[in-house]
């Protein structure tokens, strides 16, 4: 199974965490190994969403998930429905240290990550996927 954290700032156990929260509860190519949200950090996401603990930890920072990670994970999934289905400004950074991290992207976001000229020449440099 590939691993992956989530990326879901500001909204996780929210209505917006909803494709976060879907991959905690279940999924059947991932193994979550993490989400990032910092309002929620420290915390476990199964106690977050069901109040039961199920291993997942919250962290406040890609940064510091990837420090406290025992393996760098396969993927980062953005994991919360945003304004116009953009990736806003304060994700660009999440995602830039996720990719420096050697770590590849998933979007389910209506534009594509791999049509940012930034976002894809650093993700060519440390040869990962958007």
Do not use: Y
């Not at 969403?49 to 890609?62: H, Q």
Request: with cysteine; charged share 25%; hydrophobic share 45%.
């Amino acid at each position: 199974m590939e691993t992956a954290i989530v990326l879901c700032e500001g909204g996780f156990g929210a209505p917006d965490g909803k494709t976060a929260a879907g991959l905690v509860r279940h999924s059947l190519r991932f193994r979550i190994v993490g989400i990032v949200d910092s309002e929620k950090a420290g915390e476990d996401a199964g106690a977050v969403l069901d109040g039961r603990e199920n291993g997942i930890p919250v962290f406040a920072s890609v940064k510091n998930a990837l420090s406290n990670l025992d393996a760098v994970p396969d993927f980062m999934i953005i994991g919360i429905a945003t304004i116009g289905g953009l990736l806003p400004d304060e994700f660009r950074q999440p995602v830039r240290d996720a990719i420096e991290g050697g770590v590849s992207i998933l979007s389910g976001l209506h534009e594509w990550l791999a049509d940012d000229e930034e976002l894809s020449a650093l993700a060519s440099r440390h040869g990962v996927e958007l």
